[in-house]
């Protein structure tokens, strides 16, 4: 599932962080790379244990948290903690897959997720910059995305993907992964579509219609027949 969730952020959030981001101190971002993807990525991040970076992922935690579209489309069961990148002058991410397993630290443990679906939530408007579009390659073709700053993209962490290289402004986006409680992905997009259906039933029939209460009572039987928690 590739989603366009638009507005994850208010306004003054999206301000905040821009303006934290642009005076933060930036390293290398092949910290968080696997030894295959280093060999590809040419980008800075914030260091992940940085007074900003936990700051500012916390504003964009709480923003998962609101967002019915990112709950409904993800079914979260853990979140890791956003992180935080800039491209400019040429850099790039060459054609990679993400580690199917993550360590995070959650709660002051340490702990593994299974990374079912990634995030990309833009921080600069298209016009600030050239290049860096986030790019999907699959079944022989391609897809860049660039997307208005505040608006994040879902896609599934099994594709291979990439950032073209940046030739004019920077680019700031935060990216983090989503262990889902369905492993599998299309029945996560079965159950999307179901909710989607369900949520415009609800709007023009209302909570107690007896077609509404019964797709709900189908869309939550299937829940526990496929979650894993």
Sequence with gaps: MLLHIPALLTADELAHCRA?????????????????????????????DTPACRELGEIVLRALGRNALF????????????LFNRYENGMS???????????ILAGGIHTRIRTDVSS??????????EGGELTMHANGNEQAIKLPAGDM?????TVLHSVTPVTRGSRLAAFFWSQSMIAEESRRQILFDLDM???ALRERL?????????????YHNMMRQWCIL
Excluded: C, M
Excluded at 25 to 46: F, H, I, M, Y
Excluded at 71 to 82: E, F, G, Q
Excluded at 206 to 218: H, K, M, Q
């Design 206 to 218: 209302g909570d107690g219609d007896p077609a509404v209460l019964s797709l709900t009572n189908i």
């Design 153 to 157: 993209i879902l896609y599934p962490t």
């Design 20 to 48: 934290v981001l642009e005076s933060a101190p930036w390293t290398d971002g092949r910290e968080t790379a696997g030894v295959q993807s280093a060999r590809a990525k040419n980008n800075l991040q914030l260091g992940r």
């Design 71 to 82: 709950n409904s489309a993800v079914l979260p069961y853990r979140v890791s903690p956003p």
């Design 93 to 103: 991410f060459g054609a990679h897959v993400d580690n199917a397993i993550r360590g």
């Design 197 to 199: 259906q369900v949520t």
């Design 120 to 129: 990309t939530l833009f921080f600069s408007d298209p016009d600030d910059y």
